[in-house]
């Protein structure tokens, strides 16, 4: 069986095989090998291995020898003349007017020709373009047109996900790429989200196209009803990377499971024999549910159980339970002494003791339903006093035979029932608040609505005061200053006082000029009886002329007297 070795060269879309031929060749050297187009310099992939002979499509070319120091050095330079050149190429194309975009150039390592490459959409008569470049590089030239695809490889760069381009990260031949494979996958079908930088579809969507396609082969259909011990759920939607199915059960509760898990029932595989095809699982087991790390699926589990039946507990795991430690020695030793000292107290001082409570209720009994209110320091003197006494005149007990601590007494049935009755009585027999002890707590007392003093005083209204004859009620009339004078007297000193006011003038001298009227007999007869509280009220002025009257020659007066539509107006 011949044996192989794969290389890899920089503008070469896959590796080729050659034959090794006995060197000591392996993954990662430099090889200068012979090629269809002469002598190159490419990066070994892998180690040697054998093929058939059916595996090769035509005779192997050789490895002349592997690249030492001396070869790399002159790779490297005709890789920074490539470079050069590149603008060479671009100046002449845009030259010539060619719809061409120049992509590399590359120099063959034995310097037989350098390859141009350069990317078009239609057909580009370059001929006069390798005249120019052959003239310019003194060297012969080879021109290659690539797609789009072979360009961005060529170029490099990286995707949406992040990583670098697959076609320059892999390598290989481009194989078709169809719009089925993104439906496949359950991908939007959105040419933004499913195209490359190249323009063309991704050519990741054929990579898990086959995983993907065997999956729903395998697996129900999408809305397929599964039987569970939780009732009937549908498939929402597939994981295919984990080979998961997302279920919904009928209530609501959504949890996931493998597709290895699910089982097949008699009837799917019944219509799988008939139909000749494979069997699709249909069924969930309840082993497979309580493997699921759902807090929700165990709790219905243990409803489902609970209804047929089966005692589960309360569902708790032993490392979910909160385990309290008992009583400590000491105070199990102090309850133990309590209740022996419990114990020792006879009857006779329990019984006296419960006269003495049943005594005290009855002297002060509360009201039903009410708290007592805490008493202050001064409130509580004769209380105080008294319950001294009672504590000088009540026997003194030891100490060991008093109670831990003070417990609270609770009246029968019957004391209840007879405070309540006494209660009762004192209220219905007494109209008013009995004094209270002075012992006792003040309570604020409830009175009646009839019995309580009415706060609003016996006034009679303003219309039955009307009625009566004490208020009268007079209207206002235009021009008499707002209301009722006082009188005639005090009206007509009151405007001789505002008329000197006004015009300067003695009130004589205006009566002997006959320039000023008098207040007419009539105004003084519109005063009331009520002139005085009248006379408090503002006044009310009427609103003079701004212009000035003018006499019969067209001159304005040069004394103060008022305009003709004031109340003093000419004689």
């Known amino acids: ?31 200068i090998c012979s090629t269809e187009r002469g002598t190159e310099i490419g990066l070994v992939t892998r180690d040697p291995f054998e093929v058939t002979e059916e595996e090769l499509s035509a005779p192997l070319k050789p490895v002349l020898r592997i690249a030492d120091d001396a070869d ?17 190429f671009r100046r002449l194309v845009k030259q010539n007017e060619l719809d061409m975009k120049p992509v590399g150039v590359e ?53 949406h996900c992040g990583q ?40 990741c969507l054929r990579y898990e196209f086959e995983a993907y396609k065997d999956f729903k082969g395998r697996a129900p259909k999408k809305k397929a009803v599964i039987d569970t011990p939780l009732g009937k759920a549908r498939i929402q939607e597939y994981d295919t ?59 219905a589990l243990m409803e489902l159980d609970r209804e047929m039946g089966v005692d589960v507990g309360d569902g708790l795991d032993n490392a979910d339970r909160i385990v309290t430690s008992g009583p400590t ?124 003093p009415s706060q609003k005083p016996d006034v009679p209204s303003v219309a039955e005061q009307v009625a009566g004859g004490d208020v009268k009620v007079t209207r206002r009339r235009p021009g008499d200053g707002g209301g009722a004078r006082r009188a005639s007297g005090e009206g007509a000193d009151a405007s001789q006082g505002k008329r000197q006011r006004r015009g300067g003038a003695p009130a004589d001298a205006a009566a002997d000029s006959g320039r000023r009227r008098t207040p007419a007999p009539e105004a ?14 503002k006044r009310r002025r009427r609103r003079r002329s701004r212009k000035p009257r003018r006499d019969d020659d067209g001159q304005a007066p040069r004394d103060g007297g008022s305009s003709a539509g004031g109340p003093r107006g000419d004689a």
């Open 1 to 31: 069986m011949p044996i192989v070795v794969p290389v890899k060269f920089a503008y070469a879309s896959r590796d080729l095989w050659f034959d090794p031929q006995g060197l000591d060749i392996i993954e990662g050297d430099h090889a």
């Open 329 to 452: 020695p000491r105070r199990r030793r102090q309850r133990e002494e309590a209740a022996a000292a419990f114990d020792n107290l006879g009857k006779s001082q329990r019984s006296q003791r419960k006269k003495k409570g049943q005594q005290a209720e009855q002297d002060t009994p509360a009201a039903p339903g009410r708290r007592r209110r805490k008493r202050s320091a001064g409130e509580g003197a004769p209380q105080g006093a008294r319950g001294a006494e009672q504590r000088e005149a009540a026997p003194q007990q030891p100490s060991s035979q008093q109670p831990s601590r003070r417990r609270r007494r609770h009246l029968s049935s019957e004391e209840r029932d007879d405070a309540f009755r006494a209660a009762a009585a004192r209220e219905t027999s007494q109209g008013a608040p009995a004094e209270e002890a002075p012992g006792r707590s003040r309570r604020r007392k409830h009175v009646s609505a009839s019995q309580k």
């Open 241 to 299: 990377p984990r080979e998961q199915l997302v279920l919904r059960l009928e209530n609501g509760k959504v949890f996931r499971v493998s597709l290895s898990d699910m089982t097949c029932s008699d009837a799917a595989k019944k219509k799988s024999a008939e139909q000749g095809c494979a069997c699709r699982p249909d069924c969930v087991t309840r082993d497979i549910l309580e493997k699921i790390e759902s807090p929700e699926i165990t709790l």
């Open 164 to 203: 670098e381009l697959c076609c320059t990260r892999f390598g290989g031949q481009f194989e078709p790429v169809s719009i089925r494979m993104a439906k496949e996958q359950d991908l939007p079908l959105n040419s933004a989200k499913i195209s490359g930088v190249c323009g063309r579809l991704m050519c």
């Open 72 to 88: 790399l050095d002159r790779a490297d330079g005709l890789a920074c003349k490539g470079e050069e050149a590149m603008g060479d």
């Open 107 to 159: 120099y063959l390592f034995g310097g037989e020709k350098a390859v141009f490459y350069f990317a078009a959409e239609e057909r580009v008569d370059f001929r006069q373009l390798v005249k120019d470049l052959s003239a310019c590089l003194h060297t012969r030239v080879d021109m290659r047109q690539i797609g789009v695809r072979d360009e961005t490889r060529l170029v490099g760069g990286y995707a």
């Open 524 to 537: 003084a007869g519109h005063a009331t009886e009520d002139a005085g509280d009248a006379a408090a009220q």
